[in-house]
T-cell receptor
Framework: ETGVTQSPTHLIKTRGQQVTLRCSSQ?????VSWYQQALGQGPQFIFQ???????GRGNFPPRFSGLQFPNYSSELNVNALELDDSALYLC?????????????FGPGTRLLVL | AQSVTQPDIHITVSEGASLELRCNYS??????LFWYVQSPGQGLQLLLK??????LVQGIKGFEAEFKRSQSSFNLRKPSVHWSDAAEYFC??????????FGAGTILRVKS
């Protein structure tokens, strides 16, 4: 069984740039959720994707957007980067409709915005 | 709004001693409850979860947690801590099917 993978592991961007983070879900899972974890805080829910559509969104501005592909992998895009976007971005996968609340996390992508 | 409180930011215990990490939640109904562990620079690993039934749940690595409805608590325990347990622990609730709400975490330090 393949776990959740994310790429890249680390990324440095400058303010105003755009970034794309990638996630492959655990085998057999069809739902992907994204979380932002700022330093010293718990993860905050950004959004979830199921059947290639957004299935719930947290309190994040529209410059945070996502995609899910037919193979259930997902992308998180952030436009017009701000310094406060520096964080660990975590992807989690789950199986919608059966124990869907249980989410399994990837290792994260650490983003630094300068 | 749903919230999770982990009152202890840091806890230090001696190796071999028992451990209890506290978690309180605010939610109208009985939510789904989780404990995750995060080692430095790593993602989150699921330790255990509670959905319904027996209020004492067993997890991986020798951890257990007890759900107490009257206290809105879901405390994590381990009878004997190992140095490898040093990490940050997060309590989370799933008020709806599509997101987890996390506490701020408790950093566990283990002294030899």
């Amino acid at each position: 069984e393949t776990g959740v993978t994310q790429s890249p592991t680390h990324l440095i961007k400058t303010r105003g740039q755009q970034v794309t983070l990638r996630c492959s879900s655990q085998s057999g899972h069809n739902t992907v959720s994204w979380y932002q974890q700022a330093l010293g805080q718990g993860p905050q829910f950004i959004f979830q994707y199921y059947r290639e559509e957004e299935n719930g969104r947290g309190n994040f501005p529209p410059r945070f957007s996502g995609l899910q592909f037919p193979n259930y992998s997902s992308e998180l895009n952030v436009n017009a980067l701000e310094l406060d976007d520096s964080a660990l971005y975590l992807c989690a996968s789950s199986l919608f409709g059966l124990d869907q609340e249980t989410q399994y996390f990837g290792p994260g992508t650490r983003l630094l915005v300068l | 709004a749903q919230s999770v409180t982990q009152p202890d930011i840091h806890i230090t215990v001696s190796e071999g001693a028992s451990l209890e990490l506290r978690c309180n939640y605010s939610y109208g109904a009985t939510p789904y409850l989780f404990w995750y562990v995060q080692s430095p620079g790593q993602g989150l690993q699921l330790l255990l979860k509670y959905f319904s039934g027996d209020t004492l749940v067993q997890g991986i690595k020798g951890f257990e947690a007890e759900f107490k409805r009257s206290q809105s608590s879901f405390n994590l325990r381990k009878p004997s801590v190992h140095w490898s347990d040093a990490a940050e622990y997060f309590c989370a609730v799933a008020p709806y099917g599509n997101k987890l709400v996390f506490g701020a975490g408790t950093i566990l330090r283990v002294k030899s």
